[in-house]
């Protein structure tokens, strides 16, 4: 996975912007190894949640959001659960980390 740290400080106290994750080039940039590693391991993760809350904002306008104006101009219980049960399924579809 190719990424990019947005903002980073080097340990000399310049300030970056958009910084490859290679671990080479964090050293390079004066990173300890296990800190350029820490870096890259939290960009992975920020790039991995973008790509959820992207996949699952796609899924809902393609396919939540119709059943949902649906249920709004019928308003029956068949198309209410409908709509509940496509969000459920894109929820576990494209499930979001435990906050800690």
Known sequence: MTNTIAKLQTPGGEDLINVPCDLLVLIALG???DRAKELIATAQKEAELAFLVA???????????PLFLEWQYDE????????R???????ARYPLPERT
Do not use: L, S
């Open 85 to 91: 049960d496509k969000v459920a399924e894109i929820k």
């Open 76 to 83: 029956t219980a068949e198309k209410e659960k409908a709509w």
């Open 55 to 65: 996949a699952r904002r796609a899924a809902y306008v393609a396919e939540a959001d």
């Open 31 to 33: 990173f300890p190894e």
